[in-house]
């Protein structure tokens, strides 16, 4: 994949460097901070409330919403400069063979290293089966944490720095989990984890939060 770094071939696993190129990450980055309504919901789990621990915003296509923890989230209308950046993922994606129309958005805000996401796959069934992701870090490096669903090897990092892009290919749901662990790592992380919804979430039932799935995890 010239221009990307491939990380795994089976699952697919890659990141590229430069999405927005600087200082339109940096400036993009106070932006958000500043302009997005975020919010810190409070989910049920095992009959107690729990506020997740960092801030974030659902976006995209009306009918792009989720449902879970006994909670329909519906989207927000896709903001201008995060439409632009949709459009430069599909891009670069496209180039390499990756045909994919992203319909919604997570944004996530995490403070500090103390903010965080608990272990996951993202494979709600609103994502359809082996579904893309494109995971956009704006602000302090971090790493996520990977580790394999079913002992196929050794837990491994990738660390995410500032303007990143972080493609989350077939497979990726499948045979692995991810989390962003607490650090000591000082500075402002905001992601933007693109994905396609393919139906409404009054469709489906029964789905947990991805990444806070028991009180320990979030």
């Keep these: 994949m010239p221009g990307w770094e491939r990380l795994s071939t089976t699952p697919l696993l890659a990141r590229y460097q430069g999405v927005l190129g600087e200082p339109r990450a940096s400036e993009v980055l106070d932006?958000?901070?500043?302009?997005?309504?975020?919010?810190?919901?409070?989910?049920?789990l095992y009959g107690r409330e729990h506020p997740i621990p960092r801030r974030q915003v659902w976006m995209g296509e009306p009918e792009a919403c989720y449902r879970y923890s006994g909670r329909?989230?519906?989207?927000?209308?896709?903001?201008?400069?995060?439409?632009?950046?949709?459009?430069?993922?599909a891009t670069?994606?496209?180039?390499?063979g990756l045909e994919v129309t992203f319909n919604s958005v997570l944004l996530n805000r995490y403070a500090d290293g103390?903010?965080?996401?608990?272990?996951?796959?993202?494979?709600?069934p609103e994502l359809g089966q082996d579904p893309?992701?494109?995971?956009?870090?704006?602000?302090?490096?971090?790493p996520l944490r990977f580790r394999w669903k079913h002992g196929a090897g050794e837990p491994f990092n990738v660390w995410l720095p500032h303007d990143s892009l972080l493609l989350m290919g077939p497979g990726c749901q499948t045979l692995l989990q991810h989390a962003l662990l607490p650090r000591r790592i000082p500075g402002l992380r905001i992601s933007l984890t693109f994905r396609q919804i393919h139906?409404?979430?009054?469709?489906?039932?029964?789905?947990?939060?991805?990444?806070d799935r028991a009180p320990t995890e979030s």
């Design 31 to 44: 932006r958000l901070d500043a302009s997005l309504d975020w919010q810190q919901p409070s989910l049920r």
């Design 72 to 89: 329909d989230f519906m989207p927000v209308a896709w903001d201008p400069e995060i439409l632009a950046i949709r459009d430069r993922i």
């Design 92 to 96: 670069l994606l496209a180039a390499q």
């Design 114 to 124: 103390h903010e965080r996401m608990g272990w996951h796959s993202d494979d709600e």
């Design 132 to 142: 893309i992701v494109g995971a956009v870090t704006l602000g302090a490096e971090r």
């Design 199 to 211: 139906w409404p979430a009054g469709n489906v039932g029964g789905i947990s939060a991805p990444g």
